[in-house]
């Protein structure tokens, strides 16, 4: 028989056995006993394993379930421009990093325990190349602060401190030794990995935001130190690694055709490669010795 209305506001238990019944008494049966048992399950807010595994902090589930569809976008928004606004409140460089970043998100990915890892590197660079396809444009900040920080290095870690000290109304000054922008994203990874033009691109839509520029400048040379500390009210120090490491054999720093992986492709990228010999031996089997064999096979010497 149906629940009067009166005895509806009576106020209900939802005991289902005796006194104390609801009750879990163990924290870890709480959690993975819940979903099949009558008492009522437990929502246990943690941070989700890709996320957590992300360097940047990317709420790529956020992004994940906009590209889905469930999370819906504004009236004034397509979810394509929505999923950019998330994707970017952390990462500035969605083109960029999915095509090069290796992706430790995907190796946190709850999937790989059922079948294989979710495709976020494809997706992260489907929402780059989008918004870059449609010029999406970061924000101006509302309102300016006042106070002027300079960044020492122009590579990811510098424009991406542009961008969020510029969305926080910070006037910023880049300085960098380099006739242009990007760092190791530019004189680090080979062109055929980060398009020029979409490098190019994600880098004008932080300059465009308001960030001073200054390159060709070296701090230290072109520029003191102690007239940074004068002109500004906080100096960040991104100048990334420049250098690799050396065999840790003897003779390896008297040895004129021994070179870092670092050092052979910037001077790659920078055109400045003289010669290259006719056999070339790549000693390591990571990122950069894998550029280094691709860059070498491109130019027959491997």
């Known amino acids: 028989m149906a629940t009067s209305p009166e005895e509806m506001k009576k106020g209900l238990t939802f005991r289902k056995f005796k006194e104390g019944e609801h009750e879990w008494h163990d924290f870890q049966e709480k959690i993975f006993v819940a979903d099949h048992s009558h008492k009522c399950p437990v929502y246990v807010h943690r941070t989700p394993p890709c996320q957590g595994s992300c360097p940047s902090g990317e709420d790529i589930r956020g992004w994940l379930d906009i590209v889905r569809g469930i999370e819906k976008p504004p009236k004034d928004i397509s979810w394509q421009e929505y999923a950019f606004r998330r994707s970017t409140d952390a990462n500035p ?49 509302s309102f300016e602060t006042g106070k002027r920080v300079a960044i020492v290095g122009g590579g990811p870690g510098g ?37 020029r033009e979409v490098l190019d691109g994600e880098i004008k839509r932080i300059v465009d935001m308001g960030v001073e520029v200054r390159t060709n400048t070296r701090v230290g040379r072109d520029v003191s130190i102690e007239d940074l500390e004068k ?72």
Request: aromatic content about 8%; glycine content about 12%.
């Open 231 to 302: 002109e500004y009210d906080a100096i960040i120090w991104a100048v990334g690694t420049q250098k690799g490491r050396g065999l840790p054999v003897p003779g390896w720093a008297e040895s004129p055709n021994c070179v870092t992986g670092v050092e052979f492709l910037r001077l790659f990228n920078q055109g400045k490669l003289a010669a290259v010999p006719k056999k070339v031996v790549v000693v390591g089997g990571g990122d950069t010795s894998i550029d280094v064999a691709s860059v070498a096979r491109r130019l027959g010497h491997i």
């Open 159 to 195: 424009l991406a401190a542009a961008y969020q000290l510029r969305r926080r109304g910070h006037a910023c000054t880049i300085f960098d030794e380099h006739e242009q922008l990007g760092g190791m994203m530019r004189y680090g990874i080979p062109g055929y990995r980060t398009p």
């Open 93 to 141: 460089f969605p083109a960029v990093m999915g095509r090069v970043c290796p992706a430790p998100c995907e190796d946190g990915c709850n999937r790989n325990e059922v079948e294989d890892h979710v495709g976020i590197n494809a997706v992260e660079q489907f929402i780059g190349d989008t918004a870059l396809k449609n010029n999406y444009a970061f924000a101006p900040a």
